[in-house]
């Protein structure tokens, strides 16, 4: 049972454009959601988070949006640059700290320049 | 650098036998997590300590062990190996400082293949 979901396996965007990705999850008991990126031969390194609190984080270029009625967040850059290009994981977690995190399967962003 | 190291970086090993990972976490860190990547999978939660004690538990083969040590490093263990244990393994540390309290800091994972 996935209940994290990741729909998009890829996304192509022009550099300087916007990138939208997205993830929608199952369990209303995640109060905490996070979005990594992965290089390849990296481990994935944090981006950005957001408490089911809020419904908006932002941070430089990168912002997160969580719609809990919807359950489904997304994270917007602005503006895409070409050292964007990576895979991209959301991830949830029923508590905040020292608990585990959900994955989901990741999308795959590609920033032409 | 996330301050978390993992060795060894690549394993290759054959049906039926047993392999350790090993994972340090970045200076301070208590909490210690284990996940598996298979390919074009997510990242899949195998077991958390924390402070040396088992925390939470995901889908983790009985056939796989894990322990953290008083010195706060971890070791994943998998035995009777099945090509289909091929995976990247990441281990993740959190729990620090208050300002990190909420991020999982990864290593740069271990690439396991079953032949």
């Known amino acids: 049972d996935q209940q994290v979901k990741q729909n998009s396996p890829s996304l192509s965007v022009q550099e300087g454009r916007i990138s939208i990705l997205n993830c929608d999850y199952t369990n209303s008991m995640f109060d905490y959601f996070l979005w990594y990126k992965k290089y390849p031969a990296e481990g994935p390194t944090f981006l950005i988070s957001?408490?089911?609190?809020?419904d908006k984080n932002e941070d430089g270029r990168f912002t997160v949006f969580l719609n809990k009625s919807a359950k489904h967040l997304s994270l917007h850059i602005v503006p895409s640059q070409p050292g964007d290009s990576a895979v991209y994981f959301c991830?949830?977690?029923?508590?905040?700290?020292?608990?585990?995190?959900?994955f989901g399967t990741g999308t795959r962003l590609k920033v032409l320049a | 650098d996330s301050g978390v190291t993992q060795t060894p970086k690549h394993l290759i090993t054959a049906t039926g036998q047993r392999v350790t990972l090993r994972c340090s976490p970045r200076s301070g860190d208590l909490s210690v997590y284990w996940y598996q990547q298979s390919l074009d999978q997510g990242l899949q939660f195998l077991i958390q300590y924390y402070n040396g004690e088992e925390r939470a538990k995901g889908n983790i083969l009985e056939r796989f062990s894990a322990q953290q040590f008083p010195d706060l490093h971890s070791e994943l263990n998998l035995s009777s190996l099945e090509l289909g244990d091929s995976a990247l393994y990441f281990c993740?540390?959190?729990?620090?400082?208050?300002?990190?309290?909420?991020?999982?800091?990864f290593g740069p994972g271990t690439r396991l293949t079953v032949l």
């Open positions: 957001i408490s089911s609190i809020k």
């Open positions: 993740a540390s959190s729990g620090g400082t208050p300002s990190s309290y909420n991020e999982q800091f």
């Open positions: 991830a949830a977690t029923p508590r905040a700290g020292t608990y585990k995190y959900i």
